[in-house]
């Protein structure tokens, strides 16, 4: 396939945009991208009329597929509180790839998410990266992304109700501290001459102790973020912050950390304590300090189809278009370790495009082609 006469937003790392170009896809990847028309194209061509042609959208964090839409309880598969700490669970496992949810997402033109188990635990399990499209969870799949751990009010709130620990911050921090340092332990035994005894917990965690995946730290509060950094280099682990939501009062300390933060959900109120002080203008206020940031909906905090409208929003309180483009394509996959595979229009890359007419991020926009893994949805 060969869509040309496209204005291209490449996103690559020399931010090139091409005013008239084409993008040649063949077996699921991107084999040309220029200037004009290819040398040589097979029968499946595209013309553009001028439109102007991304990377898929990507969200970093959402719960996709463990919360199916329209079903209550029954589709609520991301909160495992009987433990507060289940490094072993992976949201794979939990994820109904039939929720409506996801057509909803592609036709928004979101071809990749992250999936993450919920918050209520101080440590929740593997974090999935999956594409939009397709039946089977394991083909859909692009593997183990990070470790979900979360602060401050939701494992707080969940194990008060339980008349158990964590009942405090200073709890949680010790758990997720605890269960760390036992990894740590099994993996400097598993090393030596005798190896341990099998620990699915301990196992789990290796990756993130490796530096393999990053730890999605779930924090809101100034003094949760700064937690999550404090444990961050206790352990030298990589990481990134989710939500992030007081993260426009410490701006310029997170620059200070070289941090990484995924903003969101942006279309929300203030609904528990620990979001007193959110604002649409977080985005803007962190990016200006330097602070490289994605933007999520938290789905289903907030419906997927709605992350483009989300970035819009941040874009009317001072974000720059073009950062806001960032925020929804190619940040989100550098924080995931995946821009080796989507969130730039790059030779090798998988296929994955979004084509609009006009802005993508106003309210009556919808995308006129999505293609994902190089075919058209």
Excluded: W
């Excluded at 990377?55 to 463990?66: E, K, N, V």
């Excluded at 029954?74 to 939990?94: H, K, M, R, V």
């Excluded at 997927?304 to 819009?312: M, V």
């Excluded at 080796?340 to 993508?360: H, N, Q, R, T, W």
């Amino acid at each position: 396939m060969v869509i040309f006469n496209a204005k291209i937003y490449t996103m690559n790392d020399s931010d090139e945009i091409i005013e008239n170009g084409y993008v040649q896809c063949e077996n699921g990847k991107i084999i040309s991208v220029g200037e004009g028309f290819p040398d040589s194209a097979d029968d499946r061509l595209v013309d553009a009329n001028g439109s102007s042609l991304f990377p898929g959208f990507i969200d970093a964090h959402t719960h996709l597929g463990l919360f199916t839409s329209g079903v209550g309880i029954e589709g609520e598969d991301f909160n495992e509180d009987s433990d507060p700490i289940t490094p072993q669970l992976s949201a794979i496992d939990g994820i109904n790839p039939m929720d409506s949810a996801f057509e909803d997402a592609r036709k928004a033109g979101i071809t990749t998410v992250g999936v993450s188990p919920g918050s209520s635990n101080a440590i929740c399990g593997s974090i999935i990266a999956v594409k939009t499209k397709g039946k089977r969870i394991d083909k859909m799949s692009l593997g183990k992304v990070g470790m979900k751990i979360s602060l401050g009010e939701n494992p707080k709130m969940t194990y008060l109700d339980k008349d158990s620990s964590p009942v405090t911050r200073m709890a949680i921090a010790a758990l997720i501290r605890e269960a760390l340092s036992k990894a740590k332990k099994y993996m400097e035994d598993k090393a030596g001459d005798e190896a341990p005894e099998y620990d699915a917990k301990c196992e789990a965690l290796i990756p993130l102790l490796k530096r393999e995946v990053k730890a999605h730290f779930h924090c809101h509060r100034a003094d949760d973020i700064f937690t999550a950094i404090r444990i961050a280099k206790e352990f030298d682990l990589e990481y990134v912050l989710i939500h992030c939501t007081e993260g426009h009062i410490i701006a310029d300390e997170l620059k200070e950390e070289n941090a990484a933060a995924v903003i969101g959900p942006v279309i929300c109120d203030k609904s528990k304590p620990e979001l007193a002080n959110l604002t649409p203008a977080n985005a803007y206020i962190l990016n200006s300090a330097g602070v490289e940031i994605s933007i999520c909906t938290d789905h289903s905090e907030v419906p997927i189809q709605y992350l483009p409208i989300s970035a819009g929003i941040a874009i009317k309180n001072g974000l720059d278009f073009y950062e806001a483009l960032k925020a929804v394509t190619k940040n989100p996959a550098k924080q995931m370790g995946l821009f080796d595979k989507i969130g730039s229009i790059e030779i090798g890359k998988d296929a994955d495009l979004v084509m609009f007419k006009g802005d993508p991020f106003e309210v009556m926009s919808s995308p006129v082609m999505v293609v994902i893994n190089g075919d058209e949805i």
